[in-house]
């Protein structure tokens, strides 16, 4: 494993920026990454991974049309070429307007075997313009529209040459009952799709739960293991957070990049403690304020849970705002 430079590199309390990985043995990996972010962010961390997933483009509220890739989301692909990286065009519900998730547009796309068609087909068109793939990215699906998702998946296949992907993001739980109830079928979504991102992060969140870690991993595992009763482990990737979160005590929490919270931290003077138990740092300011986040020492660790479990790979979320992964 090329973990061991590090490792060495991390100090037991206090998280300064590590120097950073190769891609770990064994294992691809995926960095997910906003088509606002300029070249240099692919360029720095283009020795860790092997796909790019540029978010990308989102389908219509009325989930029969879905939005041409940008300048800047065609720009993130040639950048990924350049560095011999494979880039995927990340697909997404997200809107803009809602800024959140648009569960209406996905029934609406989901619920019908025309959306599912036309949109599928423009994606396959916009694969066959140099992307290497498709990842899809429905969140908040409804538990009515799991066969419209494999059936989506499968239709984007259908649309593309054989040799091009369509991988999937799955939010995680902890059993198999709880994934049918977030709108995925796991085995049906295994067989069709060439890879599934557990997205294994979001576990506590400040407007969501009370102060904990993004993604411990404990929960991860059980996430992990749940998944693997119906996917092949080969099929799999797991999700790591790159970022940290907030709990003020008198206002609502929100999301930071991890050179943010190093600054934060040094700034206020606060002590960081590593939980091993969690593979997460976390410490309260002197206001009172409590953050965790994931880092380096947390990449290195769900490397090794993805590696005792011969999965496919990491998927990251998100370049920019992790270390950086070279």
């Not at 995927?88 to 569960?103: C, G, I, K, M, Q």
């Amino acid at each position: 494993m090329r973990l061991v430079a590090l490792l060495l590199s991390l100090a037991v309390l206090a998280p300064t920026a590590p120097a950073a990985a190769q891609e770990p043995d064994g294992l691809e990996v995926t960095g997910w990454i906003l088509q606002s972010a300029p070249d240099r962010t692919v360029t720095r961390n283009a020795d860790g991974i092997s796909t790019l997933s540029v978010a990308g483009v989102s389908i219509g509220p009325g989930g029969d049309r879905v939005a041409a890739p940008t300048d800047d989301a065609r720009r993130l692909l040639r950048t990924a070429h350049r560095n011999g990286l494979d880039a995927e065009l990340l697909v997404s519900n997200y809107s803009n307007r809602l800024e959140a998730f648009d569960p209406r547009a996905a029934h609406r796309l989901l619920d019908s075997d025309r959306n599912v068609a036309a949109v599928a087909e423009r994606l396959g068109r916009f694969a066959r313009q140099g992307w290497d793939g498709i990842n899809v990215d429905l969140e908040v699906v409804r538990r009515s529209d799991a066969d419209g998702l494999v059936a989506f998946v499968r239709a984007i296949q259908d649309a593309m040459p054989a040799a091009k992907t369509v991988t999937i993001d799955v939010s995680a739980t902890g059993s198999l009952d709880g994934y049918r109830d977030r709108g995925y079928r796991m085995r049906a979504l295994g067989e069709a799709a060439d890879t599934i991102k557990l997205m294994t992060y979001d576990e506590h969140g400040p407007t969501w739960t009370g102060p904990g870690p993004v993604g411990s991993l404990d929960w991860q595992r059980r996430s992990l293991e749940a998944a693997l009763d119906a996917v092949p482990p080969a099929k799999l990737d797991l999700g790591v957070a790159g970022y940290g979160y907030s709990w003020p005590k008198h206002r609502t929490g929100r999301s930071y990049t991890i050179p943010t919270i190093r600054r934060m931290v040094e700034r206020d003077g606060a002590r960081p403690r590593w939980s091993a138990e969690d593979g997460e740092w976390t410490t309260t300011l002197s206001n009172g304020t409590v953050l965790w986040w994931s880092d380096a020492r947390s990449y290195a660790r769900r490397v090794d849970l993805a590696q005792e479990h011969g999965l496919h790979g990491l998927a990251l979320w998100r370049l920019g705002s992790a270390d950086t992964l070279r």
